[in-house]
């Protein structure tokens, strides 16, 4: 409706233009130029009319959907989005009224957001126009009504407007790509921080670019003693450059096109909920895993890099299962750790490992009471550090290899990056799998991972590592004699 009344206005402007050209002699007009003059006049009284009625029903559907809706009136739409303070934003804002039987949230901040997530999800993944009409009179995805598709091309479906336009929307985001507004786009990074343990432990950097130089101190100051009225000796903090490279990641689904008619809070729920967990599986896989195989993007985890036989000062051997692990050995890896690490020190390791290992030593070691073992241990606490479960790390309960680690104790952030190059970024297409009534979804990002500081063969880093192929110890109430049963 907006570019009809662009149209009128534009036939406006010409009638206009004519009725001055025809005004501009001071002589009296002609008979002939009367004629023009009385008929362009007419025409500019049709296009008044036409461009007022045009715009009463404009302002009328908008209103007429906001009670629809169960919402105050909307603000009377204009061509161009316009340009308010704050304090005006804070009065158009509507109130928004959501449905109130909707399940626990999981990854949205509150009903709202995920109400308007769903509905960009139900408008520019399956193509709804009336939800797409809701997204720009609540401001979500920052769409107008010029930059709906035609009604006639299906959604998404690579046509490319004589303006440059893919569909109404820039193409340098790419073909069946749309805005993605921030309910998405952060929703999306919180629960990645939330459900990944490496992106969440490790240093956050924001990425400018695809390679960030990172600095890295490898010494410090040193303090000497002078005598009086001698210069101090000069000494520098040495430095060295890391970098860290963004790789491009990406995830696809199918979504049942059905799914349009479920609830718009749990449509959006499911869809991030979905997308968040592939992508902190991902990376927790690379950060602590990775060996710069095909398909890792040159990344070398934690894991890996730890066991190549250059940074044995960080290794403490351990037992050959995890149901072998002795006290002592949690207690050497503390003594390892350097004082600089252990202010924010943490566990790391599988849940089969906190329960075969750390478990059945917190039970059964000296002290303990008999409400203390009914009780069972704290949750994700041992040897008083934290522990972060990483369902990634090993967790075979049989024999184990001098590679595999254990566990992991000490502070993530001084050993590893996570870089963040670009926020998620949604696409779709209606046509790819349109045989089976499915709308593809691919949900883009780009990320680095760099583990750069492990220590070396003398000095131990900020992470120590248990690793397997050891000998089983046996335990006795004060940490042993502790036999599984077969």
């Known amino acids: 409706m907006a570019n009809r009344i662009k149209s009128l206005l534009d036939e406006l402007a010409s009638v206009l233009a004519e009725m001055g050209a025809l005004n501009e002699s001071e002589e009296a007009p002609s008979e002939e130029e009367t004629k023009s003059l009385e008929a362009l006049d007419a025409r500019a009284e049709t296009l008044r009319s036409q461009i007022e009625l045009v715009e009463r029903i404009e302002k009328r559907e908008a209103e007429l959907r906001s009670v629809l809706e169960n919402a105050a009136p909307v603000a009377e739409l204009s061509e161009e989005p316009r340009t308010t303070s704050p304090k005006e934003k ?32 139900k408008g520019y993944a399956f193509n709804d126009l009336e939800a797409r009409r809701w997204c720009n009179d609540y401001g979500v995805g920052r769409h107008t009504l010029r930059d709906w598709p035609d009604p ?3 959604a998404q479906s690579g046509r490319v407007d004589a303006d440059g336009m893919h569909n109404g929307i820039d193409p340098n985001n790419g073909l069946g790509g ?16 939330e459900y990944g343990v490496f992106p969440s432990n490790a240093q956050n950097v924001k990425m400018s670019s695809d390679v960030l130089v990172q600095p890295k101190q490898t010494e410090g100051l040193e303090v000497s003693i002078v005598g009086e009225n001698y210069m101090a000796p000069v000494d520098n903090v040495g430095y060295e450059n890391v970098n860290v490279i963004a790789k491009l990641f990406a995830v ?16 959006a729920e499911n869809t991030a909920d979905e997308i968040s967990r592939a992508y902190a599986k991902k990376y927790d896989e690379l950060g602590f895993n990775a060996t710069a195989a095909t398909g890792e ?12 036989g250059t940074h044995t000062a960080s290794v403490v051997q351990g037992s050959s299962t995890l149901a072998g692990m002795e006290l002592g050995m949690f207690s050497e890896a503390i003594a390892k750790l350097p004082m600089f ?8 390791m599988s849940p089969a490992a906190f329960g075969l290992a750390c478990t059945p030593i917190s039970m059964l070691i000296g002290g303990n009471t008999r409400t203390d073992v009914a009780a069972g241990p704290v949750q994700n606490q041992f040897l008083g550090y934290p522990v972060e479960l990483v369902n990634v790390m090993y967790s075979d309960p049989g024999a184990s290899a ?8 000490g502070d993530l952030s001084l050993a590893a990056i996570f870089g963040d190059r670009q926020q998620m970024q949604i696409k779709t297409s209606a046509e790819i ?30 992470l120590i590592a248990i690793v397997g192929g050891g000998t089983d110890a046996s335990r006795d109430a004060m940490g042993g004699v502790y036999t599984p049963t077969p």
């Open 178 to 193: 749309a805005l993605v507004p921030d309910e998405w786009s952060s929703t999306l990074y919180k629960n990645v921080l």
């Open 297 to 308: 993007g040159g990344i070398v985890g934690v894991n890996s890099a730890i066991t190549d």
């Open 402 to 409: 001098a590679t595999d680690v254990f566990c992991l104790f």
């Open 252 to 267: 696809q689904c199918r979504l049942p096109n059905s799914l349009i008619g479920d609830s718009i809070i749990a449509l």
């Open 152 to 154: 006639n091309v299906p």
């Open 341 to 348: 690490a252990r202010s924010r020190a943490k566990w790391y």
């Open 433 to 462: 799998y349109m045989q089976y009534d499915q709308t593809a979804m691919v949900a883009f990002s780009r990320a680095g991972i760099l583990v750069h500081e492990l220590g070396d063969d003398t000095t131990a880093g900020p």
């Open 90 to 121: 804070a009065v158009e804002r509507r109130q928004l009224v959501v449905p109130t039987h909707y399940g626990t949230l999981r990854s949205f901040a509150d009903a709202e957001t995920a109400y308007r997530a769903g509905m960009w999800l």
